[in-house]
């Protein structure tokens, strides 16, 4: 017989196993609900506007098989009250495969701080007097972008739904 | 890198550290400690009988109110026992809305665990024999183990005093929960591999 005062064996270890099992498939997490959860702590945390989604061609909704296509070239575009952004994705130069992307962007404010948050941290470029900016060297998957007035803390930062790349 | 002699460390442990990080300045690590914590409180959540909107939100809420109140927290490594005890909180608060009859200082106590029938048709033969064991359990005990289940040995303490249960109700000792169902599962020829 064993004791409730007895330390948890490998025994309850298995039990507790097979328990989640059962209620990971019966009820499971939502498969983005921790991708949400990131999206709305940034945006409280920054005090930001969320931009909305305006145009979103191929790139919100192709998923991993991205990486065989030769040449693609999709353009987003995220507006909000204060700017506009648009991106558009093709594969690195700086790589011999497509295992990095090019963003080339444009935003309608000259020397504005765009940072792309992706799965390896976030890179940031300040847009030039076009409104222009280029990164070179992204990983695919998830990105949204941050857009701040570097010269005014006083802005809020407008940040974008995330798309994949 | 050498690798360290001692158990890797629990859910807990490494959620605290990436709090830790967090609060220190490093602020991606954040996202580190949603990954980790997210299955965990989901669960919590929906023990508690609430749809998954209102789960959802429950959990949302915890989050906002963390990166709030970051800098006063005492205990970073305590974070995910914090998280827990919002969550509950949280999913009561909201539910009140439709349920009138929970007073504010009640200790809420979870109801008996649901699926919806959709939900056990897709369970395994296995499955089915185990939830129906798990369901001679107290609402109690059914809490407990759905939500300790998602998280590691050494953190089932303190989950369990973060959702009201006694402390020495489980941890390093089976307790009692976890006894029953050792028990009910031990007594079924059928269960047995």
């Not at chain 1, 300040?126 to 803390?153: C, E, K, Q, Y």
């Not at chain 2, 998602?150 to 249960?165: N, Q, T, V």
Request: charge should be negative; include cysteine; charged fraction near 25%.
């Amino acid at each position: 017989m064993t004791s409730h005062t007895e330390a948890i064996d490998a025994r309850d270890i298995a039990n507790l196993g097979q328990l989640r099992d059962l209620f990971a498939h019966a009820d499971p997490v939502p498969s983005d609900l921790a991708e949400r959860m990131k999206f709305a702590i940034t945006v409280h945390a920054l005090h930001a506007e969320v931009a909305e989604l305006m145009d979103s061609a191929l790139l919100t909704t192709r998923g991993t098989d991205a990486k065989v296509e030769p040449t693609p070239t999709d353009s987003v575009t995220f507006t909000a009250a204060s700017v506009s952004l648009m991106v558009s994705a093709s594969p690195s130069e700086q790589a011999d495969t497509d295992a990095r992307v090019r963003v080339d962007g444009w935003v309608t404010s000259p020397g504005a701080q765009v940072e792309a948050v992706t799965i390896e941290g976030s890179v940031s470029q300040i847009s030039d007097a076009n409104g222009r900016f280029v990164m070179d060297d992204l990983p695919h998957g998830p990105v949204h972008f941050v857009i701040t007035d570097p010269d005014d803390d006083d802005v809020r930062p407008v940040i974008t739904p995330t798309i994949q790349i | 890198m050498t690798p360290t002699p001692t158990a890797p460390d629990g859910l807990g442990t490494r959620a605290g550290k990436a709090f830790a990080a967090y609060i220190a300045g490093d602020r991606e690590r954040l996202s580190e400690l949603v990954d980790l914590v997210t299955p965990v409180l989901w669960n919590a959540a929906r023990s508690q009988g609430a749809a998954a909107p209102m789960c959802e939100d429950a959990i949302q809420t915890a989050f906002l109110q963390l990166v709030d109140r970051a800098e006063s927290i005492k205990e970073p490594a305590a974070v995910l026992g914090w998280l827990v005890v919002v969550v509950k909180r949280e999913v009561w608060r909201l539910s009140r809305g439709s349920r009138r009859e929970i007073g504010v200082d009640e200790v809420p106590e979870a109801p008996t665990q649901q699926l919806d029938p959709e939900s056990q048709s897709i369970l395994s033969e296995r499955q089915r024999v185990l939830w129906q064991h798990i369901s001679t359990l107290t609402p109690r005990c059914q809490e407990l183990l759905r939500v300790i289940a998602f998280a590691d040995r050494p953190d089932y303490a303190a989950i369990a005093e973060s959702l009201g249960m006694p402390v020495g109700s489980i941890g390093p000792t089976r307790g009692r929960c976890l006894q029953k169902l050792r028990t009910t599962l031990g007594s079924d020829p059928g269960w047995a591999v």
